[in-house]
């Protein structure tokens, strides 16, 4: 009888920790997936922070346009999608276009200002919000930003504010 006791326990053991590991992967993957969305979170916000600011610019600058614009530039998006160290799908492009009601050729003319750190100081942003060797890219006409350190999320890569914000759609 006792054989039989030792049988049902190891057999009850092997079935627990089966489980427990399921649970386990189950709330390891859910924690990852937490961490990824708050990563694209923080760089949407960062984005959405210089959309405020280059907004306020262009309307400046519509009134009088003797003003500099900020950041370097401007740059334009090449026939193979690259602007600088940027590569954009042609589904982000698209994505752009529909936005704003233009054509994916029309993306491409547009003139792309290249802000760093100390651009985003001298309008009162945190320097922070790039790392090093990392640039937003900035269209004033349409308030679109690009941010030069792709962002990954459904095993898809994005650069553009739009892109990110329609990753779920």
């Given at each position: 009888?006792?054989?039989?006791?030792r049988?049902v326990?190891?057999?009850?053991?092997?079935v627990t920790?089966?489980?427990i590991?399921i649970l386990?992967g189950?709330?390891?993957?859910?924690?990852?997936s937490?961490?990824?969305?708050?990563r694209?979170?923080?760089?949407i916000t960062?984005?959405n922070?210089?959309?405020?600011k280059?907004?306020?610019i262009?309307e400046?600058?519509?009134?009088?346009?003797h003003?500099?614009?900020v950041?370097?530039?401007?740059?334009?998006?090449?026939?193979?999608?690259?602007?600088?160290?940027?590569t954009?799908?042609?589904?982000?492009?698209?994505?752009i276009?529909d936005?704003?009601?233009v054509?994916e050729?029309?993306?491409l003319?547009?003139?792309?200002?290249?802000w760093?750190?100390?651009?985003l100081v001298?309008q009162?942003?945190d320097k922070n919000?790039l790392?090093?060797?990392e640039y937003?890219?900035v269209?004033?006409?349409h308030?679109?930003?690009?941010?030069?350190?792709?962002?990954s999320?459904?095993?898809?890569d994005?650069y553009?504010?739009?892109?990110l914000?329609?990753?779920n759609?």
């Amino acid at each position: 009888m006792l054989k039989n006791n030792r049988g049902v326990t190891i057999l009850a053991l092997v079935v627990t920790i089966v489980i427990i590991l399921i649970l386990a992967g189950i709330s390891l993957n859910s924690g990852f997936s937490v961490v990824d969305d708050m990563r694209v979170g923080r760089v949407i916000t960062n984005m959405n922070l210089v959309q405020a600011k280059v907004q306020i610019i262009n309307e400046k600058y519509s009134f009088d346009n003797h003003i500099t614009l900020v950041g370097a530039g401007p740059y334009k998006i090449s026939s193979s999608n690259q602007l600088e160290n940027i590569t954009m799908s042609q589904k982000e492009i698209k994505l752009i276009a529909d936005k704003v009601n233009v054509s994916e050729a029309d993306v491409l003319n547009w003139n792309w200002y290249k802000w760093n750190n100390s651009d985003l100081v001298s309008q009162n942003l945190d320097k922070n919000m790039l790392g090093d060797s990392e640039y937003f890219y900035v269209n004033y006409e349409h308030a679109e930003i690009l941010y030069s350190n792709k962002t990954s999320k459904n095993n898809l890569d994005y650069y553009s504010m739009t892109g990110l914000k329609n990753i779920n759609k």
